[in-house]
T-cell receptor, first 111, second 114 residues
Framework: GDSVTQMEGPVTLSEEAFLTINCTYT??????LFWYVQYPGEGLQLLLK?????DKGSNKGFEATYRKETTSFHLEKGSVQVSDSAVYFC??????????FGAGTTVTVRA | DGGITQSPKYLFRKEGQNVTLSCEQN?????MYWYRQDPGQGLRLIYY???????QKGDIAEGYSVSREKKESFPLTVTSAQKNPTAFYLC?????????????FGPGTRLTVL
């Protein structure tokens, strides 16, 4: 079945540092790929998405590019803020039309 | 404002009791979902519904039940048969259930069994 693997956390950074969270997937066909963010005690918010190869999703300074050749969708942000502290989930929708999640990566940004 | 509401935010239950979690959406979405989240894990699908009066089991449906009598409402009942119900429960909805349909999530209900 479809699966998503993302880098284990926790990740701790200083403000203005560069953030990368690796995400790779296994799926048949052409899945759509998503990044969601979860702030403490809250539900998930869509951060960005990409629906076909080479698409780049972007939002709030975050970017991720759908790389079919490496089955990856790595999340990046050039300069993080304390307010970016959260849990980040990579996810996909494949041929079964179900949303499959990675285990999540906890990011803490220190002032 | 359009969105998804879940109530209550916190819920406590004694062992052996059934409890119902509410989920309402005013996004006019056809599809709705229930997920369970345990600490340090991703989300797991409990039930989903593509249209009114129809729903399907997800990956961990045992000990749960749902109904979909109205398009905007998809309540989840956690029964006494669910052996480990303490978790964070998230409801979501999407326009349809296609590969590109984004799921939008509610704020969640944290259930604790005493």
């Amino acid at each position: 079945g479809d699966s998503v693997t993302q880098m284990e956390g926790p990740v701790t950074l200083s403000e203005e540092a560069f953030l990368t969270i690796n995400c790779t997937y296994t799926a048949t066909g052409y899945p759509s790929l998503f990044w969601y963010v979860q702030y403490p005690g809250e539900g998930l918010q869509l951060l960005l998405k990409a629906t076909k190869a080479d698409d780049k999703g972007s939002n709030k300074g975050f970017e991720a590019t759908y790389r079919k050749e490496t089955t990856s969708f790595h999340l990046e942000k050039g300069s993080v803020q304390v307010s970016d502290s959260a849990v980040y989930f990579c996810a996909l929708i494949g041929d079964d039309y179900k949303l499959s999640f990675g285990a999540g990566t906890t990011v803490t940004v220190r002032a | 404002d359009g969105g998804i509401t879940q109530s209550p935010k916190y819920l406590f239950r004694k062992e052996g009791q059934n409890v119902t979690l509410s989920c309402e959406q005013n996004l006019n979405h056809d599809a709705m979902y229930w997920y369970r989240q345990d600490p340090g894990q991703g989300l797991r699908l409990i039930y989903y519904s593509q249209i009114v009066n129809d729903f399907q089991k997800g990956d961990i449906a045992e000990g749960y039940s749902v109904s979909r009598e109205k398009k905007e409402s998809f309540p989840l009942t956690v029964t006494s048969a669910q052996k480990n119900p303490t978790a964070f429960y998230l409801c979501a909805s999407s326009m349809g259930q296609g590969r590109t349909d984004t799921q939008y999530f509610g704020p969640g209900t944290r259930l604790t069994v005493l």
